[in-house]
């Protein structure tokens, strides 16, 4: 079929084409439809469809995560435990902000006890709060022997209470070794300063 016949084909007579014409005719429409069906409601399927298989692979991944976290309940529920205990065990080595002042006395006597001279033993005026606990530093200055100096620190770390020596320091004045440093002890706080240490915190992170 060439140009010519294309060109003398009526459009009101369709019937009368011939197949090649009609068929071309019948595919340019099937084409139509479809373009108009995917610009007017397919191409929003499509994006939902693709949407949801995007949902659908994120709740694979939580399903295999929390999957496995049921597998391992057991186990996690013991560590759990197991890191309750230890952290109840260390709390009650931190004294109560009554027992600070015994707790003062009892590392003063450590250092009497192995003939030691406090020239300096002076806690800081404030404390440094933490989230559940303060830190007390107390700055010390004593004379005696190297050895009674290391009896000292041992009873030190033997206390029922936490205490730490740091930043120590040993020079010799003329035959007698002096130490300076600080101790640090810890006490837990009570409900009322955690809620207020908390009441804080929260306050900064609003700024």
């Known amino acids: 079929m060439n140009l010519d016949e294309l060109r003398n084909l009526n459009l009101r007579n ?14 340019g429409i099937v084409v139509v439809i479809v373009a108009l069906g995917y610009v007017l409601d397919w191409k929003d399927q ?6 949801a298989q995007a949902e659908e692979g994120k709740l694979k991944v939580q399903y295999t995560e929390k999957k496995a976290k049921a597998i391992n309940f057991e186990l996690y529920a013991q560590q759990l435990t197991e890191v309750e205990q230890s952290f ?3 709390v009650k080595q931190l004294p109560n902000r009554s027992e600070i002042d015994a ?17 300096l033993f002076r806690p800081a005026s404030q404390e440094k709060m933490a989230e559940f606990y303060a830190e007390l530093p ?11 100096m290391g009896a000292f620190a041992s ?32 006490r ?17 992170g609003k700024k």
């Open 14 to 27: 369709i019937g009368s084409w011939p197949a090649l014409p009609k068929v071309l005719l019948l595919l």
């Open 46 to 51: 499509w994006e939902t469809l693709e949407t």
């Open 88 to 90: 109840g065990a260390l």
């Open 103 to 119: 707790l003062l006395t009892d590392i003063n006597q450590a250092g009497l006890g192995r003939g030691l001279v406090f020239e």
């Open 138 to 148: 107390i700055r010390l200055r004593i004379t005696g022997t190297y050895h009674d």
């Open 155 to 186: 009873d030190i770390a033997q206390l029922p209470r936490i205490v730490t020596l740091n930043d120590l320091s040993i020079t010799n004045d003329k035959g007698t070794l002096v130490l300076e440093g600080d101790a640090k002890t810890f």
């Open 188 to 204: 837990y706080l009570d409900e009322e300063e955690i809620a207020k240490q908390r009441a804080a915190a929260k306050a900064k």
